[in-house]
């Protein structure tokens, strides 16, 4: 008999957004050596979806918005998975570690990071980053294993808390294992910009302000929800005043999303922190060369014969990286098929599952 796992953190299949879309796949892989059970919540997924590609879902009600519900949805899967046999709970994000001292009285249980952090989050609250900062804490303390999908990340909180954690990166599909496969489509003429929540250190006001300094008439194409931070998404409406921008929304629908990027002459990735972005994985997965900026977790994955950097944080070297993309197509193609050699060999959702398999076994064995 299948060994049970109940997975916290994602919220909700179909994934949408970088955590769930890791823990997706990593439960696709896994899905015919264990027993999941997915904990979601109406705001993310439909309650109809209580079985998705052949694992089961429990779909808790919505109960407010952001962070209440987030707050909420956190606590029901603390009572379900009290009230509910599991060999082990697998909990994605280190901001739940208020729960772990409670599920590690009668669980095995891990804990994947999908970032830390180094600094305060202008989505939240002063209180909510120092409760997100004491839940990592908790998480090190009471989990059976804490990985990172960032080696930056993992040598930081080795630093600061003098606690070993484990990197396992976040990975891609190719070939067969393809949830599509390249379509090789024609190029359209415009830029690609997307994350799925969009605010401050998504960098998107940096990608505006370069592509005015040049005055570039290119299109630029928006993917995501800008329904963030009032103060951002009016930035952001202003700065785009007389643009040749098109705001395209939340996509959930990954082949939609994915022609959109294959179709992109090149897509910026301008983030100001991340942990490892699924979105600029999945940008190299079907050949779409990037700039990106030169934050430690891209440099730590691609060098400048693989990808474009510009400086952190710099519209200047932005709009200089913009301009010679823009002049040096051919050389960025060579750079995106170097990109993309690296994942397919050394990044594999496979290779990554089979890091996850040999963890589990270990501890429920």
């Keep these: 008999m299948k060994k049970k796992i109940a997975v916290i953190g994602l919220k909700g299949l179909p994934a949408f957004g970088g955590a769930a879309a890791v823990g997706e796949n990593l ?5 015919d050596d264990f027993d999941f059970t997915i904990l979601s919540v109406s705001s993310h997924t439909s309650p109809d979806k209580l079985i998705f590609e052949g694992y089961r879902q429990v779909v808790f009600r919505k109960f407010g918005d952001g962070s209440i519900n987030t707050l909420v949805y956190t606590l029901k899967c603390l009572f379900h998975c009290l009230t509910h046999k599991y060999d082990l709970i697998h909990i994605h994000h280190a901001s739940t570690g208020f729960i772990t001292p409670f599920l590690r009285i009668r669980n095995k249980l891990i804990v994947t990071f999908h970032g830390v952090h180094h600094y305060d989050d202008p989505k939240f609250s002063r209180i909510l980053n120092w409760f997100f900062r004491f839940s990592e804490y908790l998480n090190l303390k009471f989990a059976n294993e804490v990985i990172s999908v960032s080696k930056p990340n993992a040598d930081f909180i080795k630093e600061k808390y003098k606690q070993p954690i484990l990197y396992i990166p976040n990975g891609i599909s190719t070939g067969v294992d393809a ?3 390249l379509k090789q489509s024609k190029k359209g003429n415009y830029i690609l910009f997307a994350a ?4 401050d250190i ?5 990608v505006l302000k370069a592509i005015k300094k040049l005055n570039l008439d290119i299109e630029l194409k928006i993917v995501g929800s800008l329904e963030q931070t009032d103060k951002y998404k009016k930035e952001i409406i202003e700065l785009t005043e007389g643009m ?8 959930k629908d990954k082949n939609r999303l994915f022609d959109l990027v294959e179709q992109a002459r090149f897509f910026v990735f301008p983030s100001l922190q991340e942990a490892m972005s699924i979105m600029l994985l999945e940008v190299v997965s079907v050949k779409t060369p990037v700039i990106a ?5 891209n440099i730590a994955l691609f060098d400048e014969t693989e990808v474009v950097f510009f400086k952190n944080n710099d519209v200047d070297d932005l709009a200089n990286q913009i301009n010679f993309a823009l002049a040096n197509e051919e050389e960025l193609t060579k750079r995106i098929e170097k990109a993309y050699n690296k994942l397919a060999k050394d990044y594999t959702w496979k290779k990554i599952a089979e890091q996850y398999n040999e963890l589990i076994v270990k501890l429920i064995a």
């Design 293 to 297: 900026s030169d934050i430690e977790s």
């Design 244 to 251: 040749n921008v098109e705001f395209l929304g939340l996509i």
């Design 27 to 31: 439960v696709e892989q896994l899905k």
């Design 202 to 206: 998504k960098g998107l006001h940096l």
């Design 196 to 199: 799925a929540r969009i605010y």
């Design 179 to 181: 949830h599509r496969p």
